[in-house]
């Protein structure tokens, strides 16, 4: 039971121009939501999160949506950079099942100079 | 290097071997969970514990794994009687307290095991 989706394994962008990874989830319960980038032979290394009680969170060049009736978060990068190159993954938690972290299978962003 | 700190990097063993897998938290975080992440897949939780306790195992597999994290020292993370399918990329992380909202869990670069 894949409870957090992505659904596109792999994204290519030209340097300078937008990215927008998407995540959907199944569980209600989720309350918080993170993003995670993750470089080969690395572990993942939190960007951005968003709670449930908001629709919108932004950190420099990193937004995150959340659109709860629809159970889906996006992940906004502008401008793309190419040291930006990693895999993304989307994360959810419950508050009623502590701190663990439901991740989605991972996005691979590749940005062209 | 005051992040998460894995050791070893990479372990590799036979079937039926011991493979023990240690992880060093943040300063300051007393929470520490382990993940799994097998090949094109993406992270699975396994457990959550907090110095001397465990929180939530519900990950761990019933049968050969069971994890610790002493007063003294590191979170061991032990897998007994090795399978091939236990080959995989474990991660550690850490977080100062358990509740979630402004308290990311960080996490280290992992320990690649391999069964031959």
């Known amino acids: 039971d894949q409870q957090v989706k992505q659904n596109s394994p792999s994204l290519s962008v030209q340097e300078g121009r937008i990215s927008i990874l998407n995540c959907d989830y199944t569980?209600?319960?989720?309350?918080?939501f993170l993003w995670y980038k993750k470089y080969p032979a690395e572990g993942p290394t939190f960007l951005i999160s968003i709670s449930s009680i908001k629709d919108k969170n932004e950190d420099g060049r990193f937004t995150v949506f959340l659109n709860k009736s629809a159970k889906h978060l996006s992940l906004h990068i502008v401008p793309s950079q190419p040291g930006d190159s990693a895999v993304y993954f989307c994360a959810a938690s419950a508050g009623t099942s502590g701190s663990r972290l439901t991740f989605g299978e991972g996005t691979q962003l590749t940005v062209n100079p | 290097n005051a992040g998460v700190m894995q050791n070893p990097r990479h372990l590799v063993r036979r079937r039926g071997q011991e493979a023990r897998l240690r992880c060093s938290p943040m300063k300051g975080h007393s929470h520490v969970y382990w993940y799994r992440q097998l090949p094109e897949e993406g992270l699975k939780f396994m457990v959550y514990l907090q110095k001397e306790n465990i929180i939530d195992e519900s990950g761990m597999p019933k049968e050969r794994f069971s994890a610790e994290f002493p007063k003294e020292g590191p979170s061991i993370l032990r897998i007994q009687q090795v399978v091939r399918g236990d080959s995989a990329a474990y991660f550690c992380?850490?977080?100062?307290?358990?509740?979630?909202?402004?308290?990311?869990?960080?996490f280290g670069d992992g320990t690649r095991l391999s069964i031959l």
């Open positions: 569980n209600s319960m989720f309350d918080y």
């Open positions: 992380a850490s977080s100062p307290v358990g509740a979630r909202l402004d308290q990311p869990q960080h």
